[in-house]
């Protein structure tokens, strides 16, 4: 085989069901020049048995690990530093990608000598079949420059699956030992690391299965301290790379984000959560240590109300924070989406 061109990580974990279904539009990928690297991560079903079959099958493309249980964040590291790709991208199990996922995305990468490519992708309910949402399309086919004074790199999406990185400026990161928001943090990594140039492409080439078992219903306390802590460790780390200052006000909108807005709501579906001092206590945290929150320019009337409904909601989330009654916040939303079926994406 030529030089590796994308690395593909799949971490795997008891995924029988649904494994065959991503492999499939892997091995058949339009892109000749491809590693599928297959990480066990300690299956008890017969997933070992499939990627090993796989790998006996397609010997030039599969490659299978085995290694004891960690957990999905421990199997993608292993896996990354397997990877010898120009670029590597990263797919759960139970998904499935379009058989041009990879070619698409490294001509996109090659053609603007990006570090990262984007691509559009769909959300599908596992039970039904049902699209139930299309997003990273809007952009269109497009090439930008990662700018530190621009939300942009915090709204994109950061979900592993939809992108290809360019290898070299991520492979001594590490994803963090806890579940949720590493997509975000391995993202924010890499423009850290260096990465300049982004590309888009609106093509649909990943489908995400939804399953009732989803993070947002069964977040916990545990979830929201470790989101606190690995907040501040990527604040450490700009300021041990001497970008701190210019990469503040990105950071302090982050954090206000992701634990003011996304995971408050998640949380609150924990009954054992008193969601009044929960947000309490985050406000605090944000004060002591994202000390810029409370006056970002991106949360300004005159940043968000130009941009549409979405950024309206954040600014009136963020005002509501400002007025010490953030639970009205949660429970608003709540009722949106369990009463109404209405989500607005943040």
């Known amino acids: ?103 698409k995305l490294y001509q996109a990468a090659k053609k603007n000598d990006a570090d990262i490519a984007f691509c559009g992708y769909d959300r599908v309910d596992l039970d039904t079949g049902k699209t139930v949402a299309t997003e990273m399309t809007q952009y269109g086919t497009m090439q930008k420059q ?24 991520v492979k001594d990161a590490e994803f963090l030992p806890f579940r949720g928001c590493n997509d975000t943090l391995f993202l924010i990594h890499s423009y850290m690391e260096g990465a300049k140039k982004l590309a888009f492409i609106p093509d649909v080439l990943y489908h995400y299965y939804l399953r009732s078992s989803s993070q947002i219903h069964n977040m916990n306390r545990q979830d929201i301290d470790n989101l606190k802590k690995y907040l501040l460790v990527t604040k450490e780390n700009a300021i041990q790379k001497g970008i701190y200052e210019e990469f503040k006000d990105c950071l302090d909108e982050m954090a206000f984000l992701h634990l003011g807005i996304s995971w408050m709501y998640m949380v609150s579906y924990d009954k054992s959560v008193n969601m009044r001092e929960m947000t309490k206590e985050v406000t605090h945290y944000l004060d002591e240590n994202f000390t810029g929150w409370r006056k970002s320019k991106f949360f300004k009337v005159s940043h968000c109300f130009p941009k549409g409904i979405k950024f309206i909601a954040i600014w009136g989330v963020h005002l509501l924070y400002r007025m010490g009654i953030p639970t009205v916040y949660v429970w608003a939303y709540r009722f949106l989406v369990d009463q109404l079926k209405i989500d607005i994406k943040w």
Not at 10 to 25: D, I, K, Q
Not at 67 to 83: D, F, H, I, V
Not at 156 to 168: D, G, Q, T, V
């Open 1 to 103: 085989m030529n030089e590796i061109k994308v690395s593909i990580v799949v971490p795997v974990y008891n995924a029988e069901t649904f494994l065959t279904r991503c492999l499939e539009p892997l091995v058949n990928q339009t892109l000749e020049e491809i590693e599928i690297i297959c990480v066990d991560d300690g299956s008890k079903d017969n997933s070992a048995q499939i990627i090993d079959e796989y790998a006996r099958k397609y010997p030039q493309k599969i490659k299978s690990f085995h290694k004891e249980n960690g957990g999905e964040w421990s199997a993608r590291t292993y896996g990354l530093k397997k990877a010898t790709g120009e670029y590597v991208g990263f797919m759960d199990n139970d998904d499935v990608p379009e058989t041009t996922w990879a070619e």
């Open 146 to 169: 990662v700018d530190f004074n621009d939300d942009f790199i915090v709204y994109a999406n950061p979900s592993l699956w939809n992108k290809i990185y360019r290898r070299e400026l």
